[in-house]
């Protein structure tokens, strides 16, 4: 196998369609190198080992939610017009991402039994209530934009679990335009 450079995040990227395709347990360092077209000493410059990729791809896509979507909640739209742009993007997101929900596949997967991996998961499920629910709030109480927020989140990932099996992207569409009906 020839020898290319690859970068950290062209690593990470990589690693993370692995791991929401094939399972964290069951991708190894070999199959992370294999898919980056490297050798596997080569993933060694960048990463100690698979645990730290792991924990690099949940911060990675943390922040990229962070950036991208929950930031959302702070531009100068209508309620309608945040809400519609969160979930147009993260409709956007998981059509586009094979395999699902990465923090919601290593919480099922590892969450139990790795302590940083739980508090990294717990934290991104927590900023994106956090995000609905203030949006929310500006049209509903408090306790009713949080419950509507998670029914969401949860309802959200059921219907990606959902799109993963069945490839069929209306119910997956649906989940958004019921959280629209109510503003």
Do not use: P, R
């Amino acid at each position: 196998m020839a020898i290319k450079k690859t970068s950290k995040e062209e690593i990470l990227n990589k690693a993370i369609n692995l791991f929401k395709t094939q399972g964290f347990s069951h991708t190894s360092m070999a199959n992370i190198a294999d898919e980056c077209g490297l050798i596997k000493g080569s993933i060694y410059h960048h990463f100690k080992n698979k645990d730290e990729i792991g924990l690099e791809a949940l911060k990675y896509i943390s922040e990229y939610f962070d950036k991208n979507i929950f930031s959302i909640k702070n531009e100068t739209l209508s309620t309608k017009e945040k809400l519609e742009k969160i979930v147009k993007k993260t409709d956007e997101y998981f059509l586009n991402s094979t395999g699902g929900c990465l923090l919601a596949n290593l919480a099922t997967e590892v969450s139990s039994q790795n302590e940083e991996y739980k508090a990294i998961i717990v934290e991104y499920f927590k900023t994106w209530e956090e995000c609905i629910a203030k949006v929310l709030e500006e049209k509903y109480f408090k306790k009713e934009s949080e419950k509507l927020a998670y029914e969401y989140i949860c309802t959200l990932q059921g219907a990606i679990i959902m799109f993963n099996l069945t490839n069929d992207k209306i119910k997956l569409l649906e989940v958004g335009e019921n959280l629209l009906s109510k503003v």
